[in-house]
């Protein structure tokens, strides 16, 4: 996995794992909104041991430009290995509810983009017949809950539609990485009271480098939130309704 795309590259998880890779001496292509976060980055992963790094700024809503992007993307670093798609919005919940324009932007970012860019990665790794995609869902998709129901369920929408496309690719030689973090401090969460679930991105990285080197279907990182996501998922309905979760 040595030549690798990397859309939402200012995330602080997708920084932390493009770490691990500049480690391991791979060529990445970044793709974020800022360019003063992109050339900061990129001068960090080099330093880091990373063979090559480019850059493109672009906004993840800007879905027609993706397949030139991937054009672009492989032609700097002589083809394409893997992808992680890392970008994403937690809008406030309230505000998802009093506003049917946020709740559609929220399914823009969170989910359709991502469908849109896996899309075109799925077909050109098809066609070459090797290829890793990892995208980031999370625990939140595996519940709807009344805290934050909107983004959760972009996100339940991403991991049934990597789910999908893995079976799809599965006997293509693609392999289909779908990354569920639980809490990890990032600027995503910076208002939220931390507590002992709380991971750094640094901690999460390792297993999610890991991930996409074998393959994994379903990453939950940490890894106790597989146990504590399937209770979540047990919970009978009418039960649930009265928690405050
Ligand atoms: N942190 C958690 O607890 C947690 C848990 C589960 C899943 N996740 C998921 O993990 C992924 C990484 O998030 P993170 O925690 O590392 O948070 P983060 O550091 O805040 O990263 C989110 C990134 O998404 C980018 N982004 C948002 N909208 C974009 C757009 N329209 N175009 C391009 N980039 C856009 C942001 O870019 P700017 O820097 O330009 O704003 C930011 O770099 C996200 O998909 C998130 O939903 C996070």
């Not at 002589?78 to 932007?105: F, N, P, R, W």
């Not at 860019?117 to 790794?125: E, I, Q, V």
């Not at 289909?176 to 990890?184: E, R, S, Y």
Request: proline letters at 4%; glycine letters at 8%.
């Amino acid at each position: 996995m040595q030549r690798m795309l990397i859309m939402g590259a200012a995330s602080a998880m997708a920084e932390a794992t493009a770490r691990e890779f500049a480690r391991r001496g791979a060529a990445l292509f970044l793709v974020a909104r800022s360019p003063e976060r992109l050339q900061a980055i990129a001068q960090d992963l080099r330093i880091r041991g990373a063979a090559q790094v480019e850059y493109r700024v672009l906004n993840a809503r800007e879905t027609g430009a993706y397949l030139q992007l991937i054009e672009d993307a492989a032609s700097a670093l002589g083809g394409l290995d893997a992808a992680l798609i890392a970008h994403g919005t937690l809008s406030k919940q309230s505000e998802c509810e009093s506003s049917v324009e946020m709740l559609y932007q929220e399914f823009e970012t969170n989910a359709l983009s991502v469908m849109a860019l896996s899309t075109h990665l799925a077909n050109r790794f098809e066609a070459q017949g090797y290829g890793v995609i990892a995208i980031f869902s999370s625990v939140a998709g595996d519940r709807g809950r009344r805290s934050n129901y909107v983004y959760g369920s972009a996100k339940a929408a991403l991991s049934a539609f990597t789910s999908g496309l893995r079976q799809r690719l599965h006997a293509r030689g693609v392999h289909v990485v779908t990354i569920k973090p639980g809490f990890v401090a990032t600027p995503m969460t910076v208002g939220f009271k931390k507590g002992f679930l709380w991971a750094s991105p640094t901690a999460v990285a390792q297993p999610i480098a890991r991930a996409m080197i074998r393959g994994t279907p379903v990453l939950y990182v940490p890894w106790f939130w597989a146990p504590i996501m399937w209770i979540i998922r047990a919970i009978p309905e009418r039960l649930f309704c009265s928690l405050r979760l």
